[in-house]
């Protein structure tokens, strides 16, 4: 399972960085996709990172504002968030696909583990 962790409140207009890692999962090997629920709200796909070129989705909501990046050697990927938004508040989870991201739909991603908890208020 893939561990979600990092979250915590910020200010609207601030950043946090999170982390996913595995102990017995090697990252590298799969497209690792990030996804958001809100209460009340279908898990939403955020951003995927592909292999093996590392290609990148982001959806329109937070594209130009999220970033994802992989760390192979410490077998994690990233999701930088800068700009935030009360909407970004939400439970971020991360997940893996085999090879690509191809469509980035939780029903297509796998290893599901805990999420992070991330609220945007001031």
């Known amino acids: 399972q893939l561990q979600a962790s990092g979250g915590g409140l910020v200010q609207p207009g601030g950043s946090l960085r999170l982390s996913c890692a595995a102990s017995?999962?090697?990252?590298?090997?799969?497209?690792i996709g990030w996804f958001r629920q809100a209460p009340g709200k279908e898990r939403e796909g955020v951003g995927c990172i592909s292999r093996p070129d590392g290609s990148l989705y982001y959806s329109d909501s937070v594209k130009g504002r999220f970033t994802i990046a992989r760390d192979n050697a410490k077998n994690t990927v990233y999701l930088e968030m800068n700009s935030l938004k009360p909407e970004d508040t939400a439970v971020y989870y991360c997940a893996a696909r085999n090879w690509r991201c191809g469509v980035v739909t939780a029903k297509y991603f796998g290893s599901w583990g805990q999420g992070a908890l991330v609220t945007v208020s001031s």
């Open positions: 017995r999962f090697t990252l590298s090997y799969h497209a």
